[in-house]
């Protein structure tokens, strides 16, 4: 095999996409076409600083019950509930012969050569495509491995971008993709290296006030701060070489620590992502995430914020796990590579939702007695 996650195409059967599913064929439509102001307190405030909305006794309410309820599932002798969906999805996923008839674009010989891996492609329903000067459709130029992965059944849900770790050959389209969906957010979830072998080409300049140019782009770190969980926050901003005068600015969160194929030693890291994502409003385009192969812990990563907003927004289907990976797997194949990934996911949740709840509680303690 050619990636190091030890990828199986383990994918749920497919059906056909919603037709608002299929916007791969064409730009990212903003609420709003004006630059993001990415405030100063997402790059500098701890996680637990960071704002949260103000919790209505309703969803409080759904979350103690969400939480209860998926304890009870993790507390299943020997875990056999959560192993059980995991095995049904391995069970149920796409034949390879079904998967390849689907990516035909990814497998043009033209384009082979810009996947990270051969046994990784994106849908052709839900390929990120690239405008191209002539206008036209030109699957040549037109490609990146790169997939929407959508909800179209709640609008309040931000859409996200999982795609491979950029090669070196591709970086340029990595930064052509942020600028033309304008992503105001990429999470960076592997290290460029394991041992001997790239897993990520650079793509952006390390240090604050550094400038590197990368194809007809050039990107500057703007700001920078580490926070006490090992997430490196970055301001970056992109500029192009054909119109200097135009820019589009990018909250780059990096973490490193969470091991190929495997899941990290906490949730807290994770959790951090959640709550700097949360902050950053859903209109504002499509939430980029990559790890090497831009399936495993990008399928995780994207499972558990999603969970998480929608249990926030009293979505009673939200508890089913299994039911929302295999729905990406319809988007991306191989989503939540593995049993251990597919166990974190509900470990963060479970974990976040305990998490929100004594932070509630703690501001219900000390609020004035006007205010309760």
């Not at 909305?53 to 509930?81: S, V």
């Not at 990270?116 to 390929?127: A, I, N, Q």
């Amino acid at each position: 095999m050619s990636s190091n996650e030890d990828f199986k195409s383990p994918v749920t059967p497919t059906a056909a996409l919603p037709s608002n599913q299929s916007a791969a064929h064409k730009p990212f439509r903003r609420s709003y076409d004006q630059k993001m102001d990415l405030r100063r307190d997402i790059i500098e405030r701890e996680s637990e600083d960071l704002y949260l909305p103000a919790f209505t006794t309703k969803q409080l309410n759904f979350c103690r019950e969400a939480l209860k309820r998926l304890k009870m599932k993790k507390a299943d002798t020997g875990r056999r509930l959560i192993d059980r969906e995991f095995e049904t999805m391995t069970v149920h996923r796409l034949k390879s012969y079904e998967a390849i008839g689907r990516m035909k674009a990814a497998q043009l010989n033209v384009n082979m050569r810009k996947n990270r891996y051969v046994d990784v492609l994106p849908f052709d329903e839900t390929r990120v495509v690239l405008n191209v000067p002539s206008g036209g459709p030109d699957t040549a130029f037109d490609y990146i491995n790169a997939s929407y992965i959508v909800d179209s059944s709640n609008d309040k849900l931000p859409t996200f971008i999982a795609t491979q770790g950029p090669l070196r050959s591709t970086v340029g389209d990595f930064w052509e993709m942020i600028f033309q969906q304008r992503c105001p957010v990429i999470v960076m979830l592997t290290s460029l290296l394991d041992g001997n072998q790239e897993k990520c080409a650079p793509y952006f300049p390390v240090q604050v006030h550094q400038s590197r140019v990368y194809g007809n782009w050039c990107i500057t770190t703007k700001s920078l701060n580490y926070s006490r969980h090992s997430i490196a926050k970055r301001v970056l901003e992109v500029q192009s070489s054909e119109l200097p005068s135009v820019s589009h600015t990018v909250l780059h969160c990096e973490y490193l620590h969470w091991p190929d194929n495997h899941v990290p030693p906490s949730t807290r890291p994770i959790r951090e992502l959640f709550r700097c994502l949360l902050n950053v409003p859903i209109d504002a385009g499509p939430f980029v995430v990559h790890c090497s192969a831009g399936i495993g812990r990008t399928g995780t990563y994207c499972t558990i914020d999603h969970t998480l907003r929608r249990i926030l927004d009293g979505d009673e289907s939200a508890l089913d796990i299994m039911n929302t990976v295999g729905r990406f797997r319809e988007q991306r194949v191989g989503m939540v590579q593995t049993r251990e990934q597919y166990h974190f996911c509900y470990e963060a949740v479970i974990d976040e939702l305990e998490a929100l709840l004594q932070l509630s509680m703690n501001e219900y303690a000390n609020a004035p007695v006007d205010e309760l």
